[in-house]
């Protein structure tokens, strides 16, 4: 079964400092990962996904298969940067069915 | 603001009760999903549309959920009848190659 997992509920860092988000899948295939970003009052919206191997406001994020890992790392972290993180798996079924992960609350300390 | 619409945005019934709540994703999007987000976990796939047609529904109460999307375009939720451990928030979300764009989400609370 397909399943995604972040195993911090919290991460407290100061501004300036790395900032590095965990996430671990499970999943047999060849998944699709995502990270979701949830600002304070805002929608839920993507922020990378590993097949597009860019940076984001900062953020990459790479694709480890042999650990099945994707997480996501920012050499400085920024006030701006306090959010909540989801990590998503697309499993390439017949559709595209998406599994989230728990989320991580960033807090970036000024 | 454009965008994947939901209405109502806040909902407060009390158990035994029915609700529902309608999204319109962006035009021209084929596939519509419906999540419910429990406070402190991340969203749950409750039923997937491609076009008018359900391609996922595994997690979806069917005793008491409910969804359409007659003429694939938008789609309602309902709940009937209502628990407490319903109360949640819904998203909605339809997507474009993969990229999934969310609604702003309706907070229902169950009394």
């Known amino acids: 079964a397909q399943r995604v997992t972040q195993p911090e509920k919290l991460l407290s860092v100061f501004k300036g400092a790395p900032v590095e988000l965990k996430c671990n899948y499970s999943y047999s295939g060849s998944p699709e990962l995502f990270w979701y970003v949830q600002y304070s009052r805002q929608r839920l919206q993507l922020l990378l996904r590993?097949?597009s191997r860019e940076s984001i406001k900062g953020f990459t994020a790479d694709l480890n298969k042999g650990e099945t890992s994707f997480h996501l790392k920012k050499p400085f972290a920024q006030e701006e940067d306090s959010a909540m993180y989801y990590c998503?798996?697309?499993?390439?079924?017949?559709?595209?069915?998406?599994?989230f992960g728990p989320g991580t609350s960033l807090s970036v300390i000024p | 603001e454009a965008g994947v619409a939901q209405s109502p945005r806040y909902k407060i019934i009390e158990k035994r009760q029915s609700v529902a709540f309608w999204c319109n994703p962006i035009?021209?999007?084929?596939?519509l999903y419906w999540y419910q987000q429990i406070l402190g976990q991340g969203p749950k796939l409750l039923i997937q549309?491609?076009?008018?047609?359900?391609?996922?529904d595994s997690q979806l109460p069917k005793d008491r959920f409910s969804a359409e999307r007659l003429k694939g375009v938008d789609s309602t939720l309902k709940i009937q009848p209502a628990k407490l451990e319903d109360s949640a928030v819904y998203l909605c979300?339809?997507?474009?190659?993969?990229?999934?764009?969310f609604g702003p989400g309706t907070r229902l609370t169950v009394l």
């Open positions: 590993h097949i």
């Open positions: 035009s021209g999007h084929a596939t």
């Open positions: 998503a798996l697309s499993a390439k079924t017949s559709y595209d069915k998406v599994i």
């Open positions: 979300a339809s997507s474009f190659l993969n990229e999934q764009f």
């Open positions: 549309f491609q076009n008018n047609g359900v391609v996922d």
